[in-house]
């Protein structure tokens, strides 16, 4: 069973920066970070392999938002520069079947 508590949501201006942290308890391998708005299908937005970091990313975050993790920490991060006001949603982050229970973020002016 692995746990995840994301953290470091808030609400930001369009062009502002936020960072995401996801600790997890328990074995992890590969994890992912993805985002649901209100009325929309759930969208991948980073993905990074536990073997070699590699990483992954959807269209419409790339070259904005960065995955990293602190394997030490046992701690999944996500920075998100750059943001949109499309960037309003929910975010999670997931390991398998597991995910955890959201941390919102707001882009508005």
């Known amino acids: 069973h692995v746990q995840l508590v994301e953290s470091g949501g808030g609400s930001v201006q369009p062009g502002g920066s936020l960072r995401l942290s996801c600790v997890a308890s328990g074995y992890t391998y590969c994890m992912k970070w993805f985002r649901q708005a209100p009325g929309k299908e759930r969208e991948g937005v980073a993905a990074i392999a536990g073997s070699d970091d590699r990483t992954w990313y959807g269209d419409s975050v790339e070259g904005r938002f960065t995955i990293s993790k602190d394997d030490a920490k046992n701690t999944l991060y996500l920075q998100l520069n750059s943001l949109k006001t499309e960037d309003t949603a929910m975010y999670y982050c997931?390991?398998?079947?597991?995910r955890g229970q959201g941390t919102q973020v707001t882009v508005s002016s």
């Open positions: 997931a390991a398998g079947t597991f």
